[in-house]
């Protein structure tokens, strides 16, 4: 099972159309947070038909109007700030912030560690347990717009830059 993860998207429409387009082979999709506004929302319901999972960020201002998005689209879950998933017979814990992920992945109760915040792309073992920050959807922070496919299959992620 691929799973597409993406984080900071920050209403960049025009990347994350882009950035849907190129994960379609998944069956999943994570997002880290940093929507930003709920108009993103639609997108990912419009764009995504398979199970996607969003977490709140730190620039996610109006949570309840995300959230009544999401409520539109019978395959979007937010799941408010933090989440643990089951996917691909794989244990996912997913959050925005990477200081809270990289905590968490030190306990290795978990295979995969998601987050995003610092927009910096990063695919790192830690023990057992595999983090995936996916970097930012948004690209005006570092210059690259960049997402991740991970294959519970093969335990293993891949960078998509866009």
């Known amino acids: 099972m691929k799973i597409a993860i993406i984080s900071d998207v920050h209403d960049n429409l025009p990347m994350l159309r882009m950035a849907l387009q190129r994960c379609q082979e998944a069956e999943g999709l994570i997002c880290c947070g940093d929507l930003c506004s709920p108009f993103v929302v639609k997108e990912?319901?419009?764009?995504?038909?398979?199970?996607?999972?969003?977490?709140?960020?730190?620039?996610?201002?109006?949570?309840?109007?995300?959230?009544?998005?999401?409520?539109?689209?019978?395959?979007?879950?937010?799941h408010g700030e933090y989440v643990e998933l089951d996917l691909g017979g794989r244990k996912f814990s997913v959050n925005h912030f990477d200081n809270i992920g990289r905590a968490i992945a030190k306990g290795e109760k978990h295979d995969v560690v998601c987050f995003g915040h610092n927009h910096q792309f990063e695919i790192t073992a830690v023990g057992r347990t595999l983090i995936i920050n996916p970097g930012e959807i948004y690209g005006g922070l570092t210059g690259h717009s960049t997402f991740a496919i991970y294959d519970t299959d093969t335990g293993k992620a891949e960078r998509i830059e866009l």
């Open 44 to 78: 990912l319901g419009h764009g995504f038909a398979r199970a996607v999972h969003v977490v709140f960020g730190n620039n996610d201002g109006d949570t309840f109007r995300i959230a009544s998005a999401a409520a539109k689209f019978p395959q979007v879950q937010v």
